[in-house]
T-cell receptor, first 111, second 114 residues
């Protein structure tokens, strides 16, 4: 079965600093990968998805970017964080057949 | 447009009482439907899913959901709630096009009274 590792689990960063959140997947090959953000008291907003290495689709215009340098690695980045980037970031994996599996999340606080 | 609506933001039930969480969706093709549960500070865990076939699906932890195409609904039910069921519940819809992405509802927070 799939296992998704996310790190760091918790991050406190000042406004204007860079960001890198990493996600790696075990137990499957060539999955679709996703970054969701969950703001306090809100549902899940899809930020990016990827159907293969180097293929990134952005769902909403924002201050963030994503990259997929390897089949089972998905990175969320920012060059300069905004206060509004605070939230709970979830990486998810969907094998070619099946449901979405989630990592444990990374909580980002921008001060 | 694809969307999921969970009309109830917060529900409180007594332990041992029955539970129904509502979910309505809008989706242009045959929907694949899911219910996930999230404990505070954790990722999401799949409770159950509907792809095709029998419209009443059974999931983990004693949950079930019924797909009603005519009402565009996929409500989650449990006959007897346990205190450990207190969590946030998300309904989601998606397919295998557009990268297989899932669209989530806003979630329903469930509190359980002793």
């Amino acid at each position: 079965s799939q296992t998704i590792h996310q790190w760091p689990a918790t991050l406190v960063q000042p406004v204007g600093s860079p960001l890198s959140l990493e996600c790696t997947v075990e137990g499957t090959s060539n999955p679709n990968l996703y970054w969701y953000r969950q703001a306090a008291g809100r549902g899940l907003q899809l930020l990016f998805y990827s159907v293969g290495i180097g293929q990134i689709s952005s769902e909403v215009p924002q201050n963030l970017s994503a990259s997929r340098p390897q089949d089972r690695q998905f990175i969320l980045s920012s060059k300069k964080l905004l206060l509004s980037d605070s939230g709970f970031y979830l990486c998810a994996c969907r094998p070619r057949t099946g449901e979405l599996f989630f990592g444990e999340g990374s909580r980002l606080t921008v001060l | 447009a694809q969307s999921v609506t969970q009309p109830d933001i917060h529900i409180t039930v007594s332990e041992g009482a029955s539970l129904e969480l509502r979910c309505n969706y809008s989706y242009g093709a045959t929907p694949y439907l899911f219910w996930y549960v999230q404990s505070p500070g954790q990722g999401l865990q799949l409770l159950l899913k509907y792809f095709s076939g029998d419209t009443l699906v059974q999931g983990i932890k004693g949950f079930e959901a019924e797909f009603k195409r005519s009402q565009s609904s996929f409500n989650l039910r449990k006959p007897s709630v346990h205190w450990s069921d207190a969590a946030e519940y998300f309904c989601a819809v998606g397919g295998y096009n557009q990268g297989g992405k899932l669209i989530f509802g806003q979630g329903t927070e469930l509190s359980v009274k002793p």
